[in-house]
């Protein structure tokens, strides 16, 4: 796995490492992984962009699967255009190049809800839709599932791939995306009792908890092949709430909290993105259904937030 660092990652390796036994999974990353990825099985440090390093770990490891989720999400990509192009888009090329050249069995790599764009419908939004990104990230998205479905196409590389909604965990911080808040929005809420949130409060957006996508992930790469038709992304729905509506539920957890709204540069990547998706292509295709809803989610988020920080 490259990228065993970050939200996905952390979360995924240990869950792979349950399923598929410890030492059948390499962790990976540019930096180093939460301890219980670091002591949990083998970790090298690798740079998602130094193709003769990965060859090396697929060569030495015998790799016949990679999961591949290093990425600058939508707001760090903003900031500074051409890293997050460098970064999103050379990684995935060195990959689908070394499953083309070394016949790997499957590749898995993350698109998102910002493949969409503003001409896009926004309630709903179906599996092939007009598709105009605005973002940095989203147009390196859209490009990469392009180039999935061609590397599929052309070289017959395995590629599976969903578009996550926003995604909500606590083992580690979402960083640099715009779907960031409903993750600060519990660790604030148990160690303030308040929270500014960065959009505004009838920002609609995708969300769905960490252990349904981590199974949804699981369920598309244990499908059959022949079953797996879409080769570019399937769009992946989860639960879509606003703000205003996250903070009511974090009330019934915690009657003193509080939210403020602030909305700064990621509001316009927000309004840009769908409200919610429909996801029946990927439910026909993996007959898979995601067992969180909002109040769920968010009693385990706030109960482990807390355990968290003592
Ligand atoms: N959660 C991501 C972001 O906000 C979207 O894929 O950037």
Known sequence: MIGASGQIGSDLVLELRKRFGADNIIAS???EPMKEVLEGGPYVELNALNKSDIEKVVDDYKITEVYHLAAILSGN????PAKAWEINMNSLFIILDIAKE???DKIFWPSSIAVFGPGTKKQNTPQNDFMDPNTVYGISKLAGERWCEYYHQKYDVDIRSVRYPGLISYKTEAGGGTTDYAVEIFYEAVKNNKYECF???E??????YMDDAIDATITLMETDADKI???SSYNLAGISFNPMQLAEEVKKQNPDFEITYNPDFRQAIAESWPQSIDDSVLVEHLAWKPKYNISAMTEVMYREIKKKLG
Do not use: C, F, Q
Not at 77 to 80: D, G, L, S
């Open 29 to 31: 990353d540019i930096r």
């Open 77 to 80: 990509a903003e900031k500074n």
């Open 102 to 104: 070394k016949n790997l």
């Open 199 to 201: 959009l505004s409060e």
């Open 203 to 208: 920002t609609a957006l995708p969300m769905m």
């Open 229 to 231: 038709k879409v080769r």
